[in-house]
């Protein structure tokens, strides 16, 4: 079988000028496994399967092509009550069957999402929510125990999709036409408000999508045939990769993804569980030559959060960032000591996902523990380990996601913190819980910043409406100027 980077290097010779044809449907692929349908409830989906289901079963609300909130079902919304209800009007839909889309069956939908037996990964960012009621036929309340300003950007993530388990299906704003082992055709669902009198246009084979969940490697390999118009999800594990494809400049994005990318500590017992060894460890990380051996474009981090956000602080200063004191034990002093007195070397499993860039990663961190005298093994991104590479881009812009994700675990300060902050009566006593736990968290050294996520995609001229975003989210419906 060829390697992933000899399947790149065997399209070289396709590789050119970006001329590709504008007659056919867009051809998208999402790095990563097939597309499916799943009900978000059931739990995380593969990168094709979020596409297809943003797509196809649209939220109350959705990004747009600069990762700006716009209408999904819902036509309007009011925030009312000091911010601690919203209120949905619903426009004219129709689930992928033809029947009329309901308030009832929107509220049903949302409460399924967010039961006791969920499993939607936004699950815990949502706890605000006291109640989703129908008002009338057309109109919903979100009713909630404690304000959100950042709720509808929750609202418009994939998870949220209002999708009908029976018969599966969602309102658009695309329809699935036909259906392939590995890829899905999609075409624009009709308004059901136009009138039959209006004079438009039934969309073209152009405005269809054909969309393909498949490795990084046939992905590029793909695209630089012409046989696709956008490869969507790529990461720092597949980056590598692109440096022997060929592809102009002018086709490949980087997005300014806001996030996280970087080692939770996972396990806080032996070596770990000292707050002064933990420092040793994020001291030996040497985040300038991570990220120079990926992209001049990307920049490391030495600081959790990226900016104040809804913290009532600046963004906390852990103190292994500050140059170490002549009194400090060094950190090969401080692991020479731990074997002396356990009487053995000293291993530590580190978690990361497949792919030539996690391969990269993993040797400059292993590099940087055996300089201090710790040995490494590198384990799968789901198996046991003592160090776990997070990378993730932030669903919305709150302080908490940054340091609820990186806690995995963190001190009982932090996490006490986070619960107040979770459970704040108003946003000033929530800024401050915040600032609180950014303050413990740095403290504790639970999280080693790297950098921020590098989140790539290759995208044809044709696809003039693509925009580079901080989500990192490029719904199919925004990509061409003509495709509604």
């Not at 051996?293 to 103190?319: E, G, Y």
């Not at 929530?430 to 413990?440: F, L, V």
Request: one cysteine or more.
């Amino acid at each position: 079988m060829k390697s992933a980077a000899a399947l790149v290097i065997a399209a070289l010779a396709l590789a050119g000028c970006d001329r590709r044809s504008d007659a056919g449907p867009v051809v998208v692929s999402a790095i990563g496994g097939a597309p499916k349908l799943a009900d978000p409830s059931q739990g995380p989906v593969n990168a094709a399967s979020r596409l297809l289901m943003d797509a196809t079963a649209q939220g109350l609300v959705r990004f747009d092509a600069s990762g700006q909130i716009e209408p999904g079902i819902a036509e309007r919304w009011t925030v009312i009550d000091n911010g601690m209800s919203y209120i949905f009007r619903l426009r004219d839909a129709q689930w992928a069957n033809g029947q009329t889309v309901t308030a009832g069956e929107v509220v049903a939908v949302l409460r399924r999402q967010m039961n006791g037996r969920s499993r939607n990964p936004l699950l815990p960012f949502l706890s605000a929510i006291d109640e989703i009621v129908e008002m009338t036929p057309e109109v919903i309340e979100v009713r909630l125990k404690h304000p959100r300003p950042d709720l509808l950007k929750l609202f418009a993530q994939p998870e949220m999709a209002v999708f009908r388990t029976r018969p599966p299906g969602g309102s658009g704003p695309f329809r699935i036409i036909d259906t392939y082992h590995d890829s899905v055709m999609l075409r624009p669902a009709i308004d059901p408000a136009r009138s039959p009198d209006d004079d438009m246009p039934t969309p073209g084979p152009q405005a269809n999508i054909r969309l393909i969940g498949e490795r990084a490697s046939r992905a590029i390999v793909r695209f630089v045939a012409r046989d696709s118009d956008f490869v969507s999800g790529g990461t720092f594990a597949d980056w590598p990769l692109l440096q022997f494809s060929g592809i102009a400049p002018i086709n490949e994005k980087i997005d300014p993804a806001a996030g996280l990318f970087g080692l939770a500590i996972a396990n806080r017992d032996g070596f770990l569980a000292d707050a002064g060894n933990r420092a040793a460890i994020a001291r030996t990380i040497d985040r300038q030559t991570i990220v120079a051996a990926f992209t001049s474009l990307w920049s490391p981090t030495a600081q959790l959060l990226p900016d104040q956000l809804d913290s009532a602080a600046a963004p906390a200063v852990a103190p292994w960032t500050a140059p170490p004191a002549a009194t400090d034990i060094s950190p090969a002093d401080r692991v020479r000591a731990w074997q002396k007195a356990h009487g053995g070397p000293l291993v530590l499993r580190v978690a990361l996902p497949p792919g030539p860039g996690a391969t990269l990663v993993y040797g400059y961190v292993a590099a940087g523990l055996r300089g201090i005298g710790i040995g490494a093994v590198r384990v799968g991104a789901g198996d046991a380990a003592d160090l776990r590479l997070i990378d993730a881009v932030a669903p919305y812009d709150s302080a908490r996601w940054y340091l609820a994700t990186a806690c995995q675990p963190c001190g009982a300060d932090a996490q006490a913190a986070l619960e107040a902050a979770r459970d704040a009566p108003d946003a000033t006593a929530r800024a401050q819980h915040i600032a609180e736990a950014d303050i413990a968290l740095a403290a504790d050294i639970s999280y080693i910043p790297i950098a921020r996520p590098l989140r790539w995609s290759l995208v044809s001229l044709r696809l003039a409406q693509w925009q580079g975003n901080s989500r990192a989210w490029h719904p199919l419906n925004h990509l061409r100027n003509d495709t509604r």
